[in-house]
T-cell receptor, first 110, second 122 residues
Framework: QSVLTQPPSVSGAPGQRVTISCTGS?????????INWYQHLPETAPKLLIY???NRPSGVPDRFSGSKSGTSASLAITGLQAEDEADYYC??????????FGGGTKLTVL | EVRLLESGGGLVQPGGSLRLSCVAS????????MNWVRQAPGKGLEWVST????????YYADSVKGRFTLSRDNSKNTLYLQMTSLKVEDTAIYYC???????????????WGQGTLATVSS
């Protein structure tokens, strides 16, 4: 079981909006640790998508956005495209366990 | 352009050892913390270990503590992960990742290598 809980899968049609949740606890997200999100396609290097809760690295489309509240965080993807089909991971810092990842969410574009 | 190139993976028997390397280029290596993250077959990403920019502090996941040792040679822009007493459950793709951020609680991993596969099997 991961310290950060994500749904195993989400899906949406092209053009739609989807959200991926990430639920933590008082020792990580609730302790004011930042949330980061990564996109991972098979056989490739993971890619930083959102850092420090809601910031996009250069080159990441503004269709991707992040938010955080209390002990939870969310990644939203608008205008869904076929190329967005991938695994998505949240990541944070835990006061007991150091750096932790969520279990990952597989996004399927219908 | 930031590049991270891992090497050293391979097949090893349970109880054996491997040393992974990660050669960095395109940034001032000594200015950043560095990390290893792994992905076991069919599983998600798992943080393994982190070292601060000058190597003064290292951190390990409980699953590898006491068996893995992380080090760096800033003169060679190279990160090392010495893995000993390997277990079948250590089988994974091991990714080298550069850290960005100030306080540890703000760190994210902004650049990743392509990974190297370590297989522990008899």
């Amino acid at each position: 079981q991961s310290v950060l809980t994500q749904p195993p899968s989400v899906s949406g049609a092209p053009g739609q909006r989807v959200t991926i949740s990430c639920t933590g606890s008082s020792s990580n997200i609730g302790a004011n640790s930042d949330i980061n999100w990564y996109q991972h396609l098979p056989e490739t290097a993971p890619k930083l998508l959102i850092y420090r809760n809601n910031n996009r690295p250069s080159g990441v489309p503004d269709r991707f956005s992040g938010s955080k509240s209390g002990t939870s965080a969310s990644l939203a993807i608008t205008g869904l495209q076929a190329e967005d089909e991938a695994d998505y991971y949240c990541q944070s810092y835990d006061s007991s366990l150091n750096w932790v990842f969520g279990g990952g969410t597989k996004l399927t574009v219908l | 352009e930031v590049r991270l190139l891992e090497s050293g993976g391979g097949l090893v028997q349970p109880g054996g050892s491997l040393r992974l390397s990660c050669v960095a280029s395109g940034f001032t290596f000594s200015g950043y913390g560095m990390n290893w993250v792994r992905q076991a077959p069919g599983k998600g990403l798992e943080w393994v270990s982190t070292i601060t920019r000058i190597g003064s502090s290292t951190y390990y996941a409980d699953s590898v503590k006491g068996r893995f040792t992380l080090s760096r040679d800033n003169s060679k822009n190279t990160l090392y992960l010495q893995m000993t007493s390997l277990k079948v459950e250590d089988t994974a793709i091991y990714y080298c990742a550069k850290a960005q951020g100030g306080y540890l609680s703000t760190w994210s991993f902004d650049y990743w290598g392509q990974g190297t596969l370590a297989t522990v099997s008899s």
